[in-house]
T-cell receptor, first 117, second 115 residues
Framework: AQKVTQAQTEISVVEKEDVTLDCVYE???????LFWYKQPPSGELVFLIR??????QNEISGRYSWNFQKSTSSFNFTITASQVVDSAVYFC??????????????FGKGTKLSVKP | DTGVSQDPRHKITKRGQNVTFRCDPI?????LYWYRQTLGQGPEFLTY????????KSRLLSDRFSAERPKGSFSTLEIQRTEQGDSAMYLC?????????????FGPGTRLTVL
């Protein structure tokens, strides 16, 4: 069965602290995609990153970085030097099949990040 | 703005009434998805279309729910005989799949409140 687990329900940090959001997934497919989305208080889900199962390279984009490890079925997200604007709910999601051919995304329950000034 | 749009943004209805939501996807996307999100949870898949064809329906989609995408462009989601348990945010997303970039882009959602 496919499943995404985000064990951290809420995290609170002070501005400029680094924070890591954990994501563990389960799938029987050998081809799959992983995603992170941000949902700010306004409510609209914003796509952050995609990673396919054949690419275990870590990625850095500005203050954001992602660590994908197939051996532990994890796809963790780190924000360096957090800012108040990073406050949001972050969702990890899984899609099976080549190019997302299986269609639907399976989401975790999300981690609510609060960054205090 | 060429993002995904949804209408209405908010809907308040009485139990037993029918409601219909509309979603306009990103124009070049062939796939359109509907999800439901309740407070404190991640979005849950309801159904998706590839062009006009409805390819998959979740078991969450009871007989009271129906979705259409008649010309492969916009889609409607209708809920008949609404129940209080239908209160949720209904999200629409679109993508171009299968392909190298299968990420789904979401609209702002329609928040349904059933009294």
């Amino acid at each position: 069965a496919q499943k995404v687990t985000q064990a951290q329900t809420e995290i609170s940090v002070v501005e400029k602290e680094d924070v890591t959001l954990d994501c563990v997934y389960e799938t029987r497919d050998t081809t799959y995609y992983l995603f992170w989305y941000k949902q700010p208080p306004s409510g609209e889900l914003v796509f952050l990153i995609r990673r396919n199962s054949f690419d275990e390279q870590n990625e850095i984009s500005g203050r954001y970085s992602w660590n994908f490890q197939k051996s532990t079925s994890s796809f963790n997200f780190t924000i360096t030097a957090s800012q108040v604007v990073d406050s949001a709910v972050y969702f990890c999601a899984l899609s099976d099949g080549y190019g997302g051919s299986q269609g639907n995304l399976i989401f975790g329950k999300g981690t609510k990040l609060s960054v205090k000034p | 703005d060429t993002g995904v749009s949804q209408d209405p943004r908010h809907k308040i209805t009485k139990r037993g009434q029918n409601v219909t939501f509309r979603c306009d996807p990103i124009s070049e996307h062939n796939r359109l998805y509907w999800y439901r999100q309740t407070l404190g949870q991640g979005p849950e898949f309801l159904t998706y279309f590839q062009n006009e064809a409805q390819l998959e329906k979740s078991r969450l989609l009871s007989d009271r729910f129906s979705a259409e995408r008649p010309k492969g462009s916009f889609s409607t989601l209708e809920i008949q005989r609404t129940e209080q348990g239908d209160s949720a945010m209904y999200l629409c997303a679109s993508s171009f799949a299968p392909g190298t970039y299968p990420e789904q882009f979401f609209g702002p959602g329609t928040r349904l409140t059933v009294l």
